[in-house]
Nanobody, 124 residues
Framework: QVQLVESGGGLVQAGGSLRLSCAAS????????MGWFRQAPGKEREFVAT????????YYADSVKGRFTISRDNAKNTVYLQMNSLKPEDAAVYYC?????????????????WGQGTQVTVSS
């Protein structure tokens, strides 16, 4: 059974930083793309960032570009999201996502596996 387990969410002041982790189990994702989405109350789930299987290629939503950094450690089957200069509008439940192929994704319909989500709250 494949599981994606997020950790690292919490409450932070605007301008602060958080680092999210997503540990995968049940299969290896070393040859597959992984990434993050988020969903704020009353809004649709939106793409945040994705990383290719090797870790060399990344892609970000415009709203987080320059502030968030996605990375992965294939030996640990884990993907990370370093979030800096957080804004109140970044507050949401953040979901880890993975696909069965090497290709990027930006659409929630493309996702094969989801984590349970971790809450990020940003106070102004």
């Amino acid at each position: 059974q494949v599981q994606l387990v997020e950790s690292g969410g919490g409450l932070v002041q605007a301008g602060g930083s958080l680092r999210l982790s997503c540990a995968a189990s049940g299969r290896t994702f070393s040859s597959a793309a992984m990434g993050w989405f988020r969903q704020a109350p009353g809004k649709e789930r939106e793409f945040v960032a994705t990383i290719g299987y090797s870790g060399r290629s990344t892609y970000y939503a415009d709203s987080v570009k320059g502030r968030f950094t996605i990375s992965r450690d294939n030996a640990k089957n884990t993907v990370y999201l370093q979030m800096n200069s957080l804004k109140p509008e970044d507050a949401a439940v953040y979901y880890c996502a993975a696909v069965c192929t090497w290709s990027y994704f930006t659409n929630a319909d493309q996702i094969d596996y989801w984590g349970q989500g971790t809450q990020v709250t940003v106070s102004s």
